[in-house]
C-alpha cells in the first residue's frame, strides 16, 4: 500500500468543518477591514526566498523543498507566503492601483521540519499583508483585527506578545555590540549559537540551551539601542493598541526566524500546543518590496498556522453542521420512483436532503444509515406511502413524528424543524 508522505495529512470530511469554519471567518472578519483575496503559486523561483526570507535563516539554509524543472530552472515549493504576495504585488504594480492594499491569502506551505504535533512538512496559514504604509495605526489595527478573529473563532483571551526589532539604521550597531558581548563566550554556547554568531547573533535569542539563555538574559536588548524614529513607532503602536484595548505583553528578546522584519514584530503563543506553541506571527517589513525590486513600499502582516489553530478550537466552537437536514428512507422500486423528485423539492427550501437507492434494505438498517449521518430528520416512503400520498416525517432526536403530503411538503419541513 502507498501511505501519504511523512509530514503530510489528509483532512478527512469528518474534521473538514472545523477548516472550513476557521476560513469562513476569516474571509468574514478581513473583508470588514478591507483586505481582499489573492492566491498565488505554490512554487516559486528559488532565488525569491533566498532574497526574500534571507539565505541564512533556518527556513533557507534547511527547510526548503527545492528541485529543479525540465530546463533545470530552481524552483521551490513556497515556505511561507509574504515574499510570493510582495512578488505578485510589484509584478502587477498594484502600487499604481492605490496607495494602500490590503490582502489575504489561504493555503498551503512546505518545510522540511521534524513533523510533530502542530508542526507538518505541509501546512495550511491564513495570512494578511498589508502594503503602503509605515503608519503605526496600520499596526495597531490589524493586531485587532487578528484579535477579533480569535475572538470570533472561540480563542480567547489571547495576549500579543510585541516587540519591535529597529530598523537598518539601529539593528545593524545594536548586531555589533550584541556579537561583541557573545563573541568572548562563543566556544562554551551550543553548534547553533556559535554559527548564529557569525551570520545573524540576534537569532541566538531563540536558543533554548539553558546556560545560553542564561548568557543571553543579561546581553542588552535591541530596546536598549533603538533609533529614536523607531523608538516613536513603537510607543506609537503601543498608545494605539491601548486605545483600541488589544492585550499585549512586551518581550524585548522576541526575534523573528525570517529576515525581512523591521520594527513591530509580534507572535501569539498558545500553551496547549506543547512544543510547537506559536499559533502565529508577523510584523512590520518595510525593506521587502524594494529588495525585490518593486518601490520603496512599506508593508505588515502576519500569518497564522491553520493547522494549530484547528488543535486549538475548544470543544464548544460554534462550528456549523454540515450533517443531512433529512434523510429518505426509500423502501423498494417503486419508493425510488418518486424519491428523487421529493427530495428535489425538498432541496429547492434550501434543506440538505440525502436519498440512497438501497431498495432491498429494511427500514431498520436504514434508519441506522441516518444515524450515523447525523441526519436530523428521516422521510419515510414505501408502497402504502406513495399509494395514500401521504409520508412519515421523523425527528431522529425524539421519534416525534408527523404526516405530510406531497404538495405542502417543503413548508412541513420548515415548520418541524421550527417546532
Ligand atoms: P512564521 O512565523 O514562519 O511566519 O509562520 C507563521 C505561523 O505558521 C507559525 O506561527 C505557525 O503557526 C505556522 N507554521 C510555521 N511552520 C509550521 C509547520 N512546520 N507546521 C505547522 N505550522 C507551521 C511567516 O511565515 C511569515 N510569512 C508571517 C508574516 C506574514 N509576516 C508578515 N506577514
Redesign the pocket.
Known sequence: MIERVKGTRDILPDEINRWQFLEDQARDVFSLYGFREIRTPIFESTELFQRGIGAGTDIVAKEMYTFPDRKGRSLTLRP???APVARAYIEHQMHRRSEIERLYYIGPMF?Y?RPQK????Q?S?I?V?VFGSDHPVIDAETLQMLVLYLDRIGIRPVSVTLNSVGCEACRPRYREILRGYLQPHRDRMCGDCRRRIEVNPLRCFDCKVAADRELLARADTIQDHLCDACRDHFAAVKAHLERLGVPFDLDPRLV???DYYCRTTF?VSLAGLGAQN??????R?DGLVKSLGGPPVPAF?????E??LVLSLPENADIPESSPDVYMISLGEKALQHAPAMAARLRSGRRRVVLDPMPGKSLRSQMRKANDLGARFVLILGEQEIASGRYTLKRMSDGAQVEIDETGMAAQLEEMIRA
Open positions: 511561507e507566503n509574504t518545510r521540519e502542530g508542526r507538518m512538512r501546512f496559514q495570512g499583508e523573528r526566524g525570517l507572535e506559536a499559533l502565529l506571527g508577523g510584523g517589513y502582516g502576519f500569518a497564522v498556522g493547522d494549530r
